[in-house]
């Protein structure tokens, strides 16, 4: 766990994460508050409260007897909160930075395209 | 969070307190090697170390009026340890158990009425031990060789029943008295043992005093021989239910302290 | 929420020295609560004043909505685990498994029996001859087997291993998750518990100095270290927990950072780490007053 923030936020981020990278798929149970209680080693109230994050925002739903199941649709709703969020703490900053060391747009996109490049012809290097 | 199970809340029940009493009682005897093998197993030892010192004088003594000498071990006082010993166990019982039940959230007050039902029990147990040893003394001739163990001359009230109620006074005596001593303890510590003791030696020198100075030894020697073991053991009933009440309030307002 | 216990100015004296100083705080029902603070601090005799071990000097102490002192019904739904606690003579870990149920009407035998085999406690053996270790983890084992509506464990794990610390969380988790109650920890080694604990009353000298979630504890304070005038200049007007200085270079503890005040320290220069509870209450307790003067 990270120190620097609430853990019912990490447990909830943690979750977002899941449904990103699909490991819970839409329509999936998640596991119970006692369970994720149990494997953070964390108290079951601070579970509950990031799991009930998720519920208010839709994320994920209850299901009254059987469970929590990740909600339809919450995947989209997330990359878009996500890409939002990706916005704020990291472009605004980076181009802050980038005015302050005075890079031009062409300098600062070139920094970004260029290892995206290589990237995709290692990738396929190692395909072939 | 859905198969969230009812906290049983607090319980309250009439029952209740008794059976917290009763539980204090039974925590008292948990242990019975320490509380019933244990001294019974020593006092089967002593018993027969006494029989084998016995056999020996009488052997030692061969030729020499053989009634004379039996009439010299009808005062054994060997019987007196399992006195002493339940003074241990009632001491024990409040310096060391009363501090362990307050932490299963037990009351000063039940935890007092649980440990007297526990003390009158031992008393009881006891003291029947000691009769039907007493009866057996008799049967076998003092084990064979005389002795008198369990029915000393000075404690000989006569019938069985009598010894019973001689060996029941002189356990409650014993238990009541040490465990008010060891509330005393409990609640002051050793200023409150320093004080205790104080004012013990000085209501024993201050009785010797008052009847030296009124010249009353006599009347006390024949008060003593009137009165009988017996009498004498009733009067210990005084100072053994001051003990109850007085180490009921004393520790009432005891602070376990490790 | 239903509260399960409210203190108000409590007080407790041992002749000149004050143990406890003028407590005020409430419990609720079926939450975790941390009590820390450094040894003496009185985390012990509050509980003990929780428990009606000890008599209050002044001040009130109310327990399912009356006083702990003599109550059998109140007492009745305690357990009170303490550090080093006195057994009777000669007892062996089989006597007090075999006595407790007689106690706590919610005991669970199979939970005892499986903490038993946990924590390799030798009930057979004489409880003087046992280990620190094997002592506490019979305590343990009461505390968590009783199912004591209100169960209190004052530094509970003393000579017990890192290994069977994690089983003593684990177990707790476990057991509150499906048999909530309430539970007061004493202990001082709080980052090993801090993340079990809903909410935490950090004790000093007697005084409640922190009353507080231990969410909103977590990230609470930011360590600022750089030169010592960068430091100074940021921390300006804002509350220092503490501070520290070698030579040209200070770090600060201060309050809550926002995002703002976060970028405005990087330009700086200053390095920011997260304080973790530990952390926060050593520098809480062991700031000298001044200091705090100095910095308001």
């Known amino acids: ?128 | 969070m859905t198969a969230m199970t009812i906290t049983p809340s607090r319980s309250r029940s009439q029952g209740d307190s008794l059976k917290r009493i009763v539980a204090v009682t039974r925590l008292h005897f948990v242990n019975r090697f320490a509380t019933f093998w244990l001294p019974s197993m020593i006092l089967g030892f002593i018993l027969l170390l006494n029989i084998a010192i016995w056999y020996l004088i009488l052997a030692a003594t061969a030729g020499v009026d053989r009634a004379q000498t039996e009439k010299g071990f009808s005062y054994s006082g060997a019987v007196f340890y399992i006195f002493i010993y339940m003074l241990i166990v009632a001491v024990q019982a409040i310096s060391r158990t009363f501090p362990f039940a307050l932490g299963y959230g037990v009351t000063r007050r039940n935890f007092w009425l649980g440990s007297s039902i526990a003390f009158g029990l031992i008393a009881v147990a006891f003291s029947a031990l000691l009769t039907v040893l007493s009866l057996i003394e008799g049967w076998t001739n003092g084990w064979g060789v005389g002795g008198h163990m369990f029915a000393p001359s000075y404690i000989d009230a006569g019938p069985w029943y009598l010894r019973f109620v001689l060996y029941l006074l002189t356990f409650l005596f014993f238990l009541f008295f040490g465990s008010a001593a060891a509330a005393v303890y409990v609640r002051w510590r050793s200023t409150g043992m320093i004080a205790f003791f104080a004012a013990i030696a000085l209501i024993i020198v201050g009785a010797i005093a008052l009847i030296t100075l009124t010249h009353s030894w006599v009347a006390v020697g024949t008060w003593f021989v009137t009165s009988g073991p017996l009498g004498v053991a009733a009067w210990s009933l005084v100072v053994t239910f001051v003990s109850a009440v007085a180490g009921y309030f004393i520790l009432r307002r005891a602070t376990p302290k490790n | ?296």
Not at chain 1, 12 to 32: F, H, K, R, Y
Not at chain 3, 27 to 46: H, M, P, S
Not at chain 3, 171 to 180: G, I, N
Not at chain 3, 258 to 281: F, H, K, M, N, T
Request: some cysteine; charged content about 25%.
């Open chain 1, 1 to 128: 766990m990270d120190e620097s923030k609430p853990i019912f936020l990490q447990i909830a981020e943690s979750i977002e994460n899941d449904i990103l990278s699909g490991a819970l798929g839409e329509e999936t149970q998640v596991p119970s508050t006692n369970e994720f209680a149990a494997f953070h080693r964390i108290n079951p109230a601070t579970a509950g409260k990031g799991v009930n994050l998720l519920v208010d925002e839709g994320v994920l739903y209850k299901k009254r007897g059987i469970g929590m199941f990740v909600a339809q649709g919450s995947r989209a709703r997330l990359v878009a909160k996500r890409r939002d969020q990706f916005h704020t703490e990291y472009v605004e900053p980076l181009l802050a930075e980038a005015a302050k060391l005075g890079l031009t747009s062409a300098q600062l996109a070139a920094m970004i395209t260029e290892p995206i490049a290589a990237r995709s012809t290692t990738d396929k290097e190692a395909a072939s």
């Open chain 3, 1 to 296: 929420m239903t509260t399960v216990i409210e203190v108000n100015g409590l007080t407790k004296k041992f002749g000149r020295f004050t143990a406890v100083d003028n407590a005020s705080f409430r419990v609720e029902k079926d939450r975790i609560y941390g009590l820390l603070g450094r040894n003496g601090a009185g985390k012990t005799t509050i509980m003990q004043l929780l428990t009606g071990q000890l008599f209050a000097t002044a001040g009130s102490i109310s327990v399912f909505g009356e006083t702990p002192v003599e109550n059998a019904d109140v007492l009745g739904n305690i357990c009170f685990i303490k550090e080093s606690q006195l057994y009777p003579e000669d007892f062996r870990p089989r006597h007090v498994f075999a006595s407790a149920p007689w106690f706590f009407p919610n005991w669970d035998a199979d939970l005892a029996e499986r903490l038993i085999a946990d924590f390799r406690v030798p009930v057979n053996r004489r409880i003087k001859k046992l280990s620190r270790g094997q002592v506490s983890a019979v305590g343990v084992i009461v505390g968590l087997a009783s199912r004591a509506p209100l169960t209190f464990f004052d530094e509970p794990y003393l000579g017990l291993d890192a290994v069977a610390r994690q089983i003593f969380y684990d177990r707790l988790l476990e057991d509150f998750s499906e048999h909530p109650r309430t539970v007061i920890l004493s202990t001082h080694l709080i980052d090993e518990v801090s993340n079990l604990l809903e909410h935490v009353f950090v004790i000093e000298e007697g005084r409640i100095i922190v009353d507080a979630e231990s969410e909103d504890l977590r990230g609470a304070a930011t360590t600022v270290a750089g030169t010592k005038g960068a430091v100074d200049a940021f921390v300006a007007g804002r509350e220092v927990i503490a501070r520290e200085a070698i030579g040209g270079l200070a770090t600060a503890t201060v309050g809550p950072l926002s995002a703002v005040d976060r970028s405005a320290a990087s330009a700086a220069g200053l390095e920011l780490s997260p304080v973790s509870l530990q952390q926060l209450i050593v520098r809480k307790t062991t700031a000298a007053p001044t200091e705090f003067e100095q910095s308001a």
